[in-house]
């Protein structure tokens, strides 16, 4: 026997489809004034022709707010798009902020990049993946702001190197990079260098941060934040990077700090309030 409720049911169902409405979007999202979300998506990335999940940190209130900055948080090698909040509990880090009035309510995209140092590589095109996919797509969802001065990128380790990458590739989108102990290599120091550069390190200066930047310089508008732990075994490349920031390019707006600690999530979640303030200066 059919009901009014299954009649109903299809109904609406007729009518979302009609309208052309993304039923993903009208999953109900939490939006309470105590606490953000933490949401998981996928999508699928024509770029890398697979299926990836992404999350997306939403802050308190968000559903009745507009123009939000867009921070977009890369994870390091054998990680994925959990790992800012599982391990770097940057969701309970912006909440605290925001609810301490520290900083603006903002929103945090969390991809999935593999180990392809988010580079067009072998392992598919994961800077057009997150930079011609991805952002446009949490710009339409979500009530982000969508300009270059409120989009910022970020990420540790081997994401510390994927923002510096895609962040000096793509100034008209993004106004900040952070780098967290960012995975910098020499050639043929290592497989992830061979993945990079090549055997023969034949594409070095158009892969390597520190070669890129004197090359082409640095890019005007874009506030840079570095970190790393006093332990952390890639020190010597740390102030390599550094060391071309500070003596070589003009940066205006330009960060560098040596904290106690290793390479490790225990380092990186006791600094997860520190990079959201920078990333949220006025």
């Not at 169902?13 to 109900?28: N, S």
């Not at 392809?116 to 057009?128: A, K």
Request: negative net charge; contains cysteine.
């Amino acid at each position: 026997m059919v009901t009014i409720r299954w009649i109903s049911t299809l109904i609406l169902m007729i009518m979302l489809l009609a309208c052309g409405v993304d039923t993903q979007a009208q999953q109900e999202t939490p939006c309470t004034a105590d606490a953000g979300t933490v949401i998981t998506r996928t999508m699928q990335s024509e770029a890398i022709g697979q299926e990836k999940a992404y999350n997306v940190y939403l802050p308190p209130n968000w559903c009745k707010l507009d123009d939000l900055p867009l921070l977009v948080m890369l994870h390091g090698v054998d990680g994925d798009y959990t790992d800012w909040v599982d391990e770097g509990r940057i969701d309970e880090a912006a909440d605290a902020l925001i609810q301490a009035g520290e900083i603006e309510p903002l929103i945090i995209l969390m991809p999935d990049g593999d180990d392809s140092f988010y580079i067009n590589g072998e392992y598919g095109d994961y800077e057009t993946y997150i930079v011609s996919e991805l952002v446009g797509l949490v710009d339409q969802e979500f009530p982000t702001a969508g300009t270059r001065e409120t989009r910022f990128i970020g990420g540790l380790s081997m994401g510390g190197y994927g923002a510096l990458y895609l962040g000096m590739r793509h100034p008209d989108l993004f106004s900040a990079i952070g780098a967290h102990s960012p995975a910098i290599f020499r050639p043929n120091q290592n497989e992830v260098s061979q993945y990079l550069y090549g055997v023969n390190a034949e594409r070095y200066e158009d892969f390597d941060i520190v070669s890129l930047i004197e090359r082409d310089g640095w890019p005007d508008g874009i506030r840079v934040f570095t970190d790393v732990g006093n332990e952390d075994g890639l020190l010597g490349a740390f102030f390599r990077l550094n060391d071309v920031l500070f003596t070589r390019v003009n940066v205006a707006d330009y960060q560098v700090h040596i904290w106690p600690g290793t390479h490790d999530w225990a380092y990186w979640s006791a600094h997860a309030g520190d990079y959201l303030r920078f990333y949220m200066l006025p």
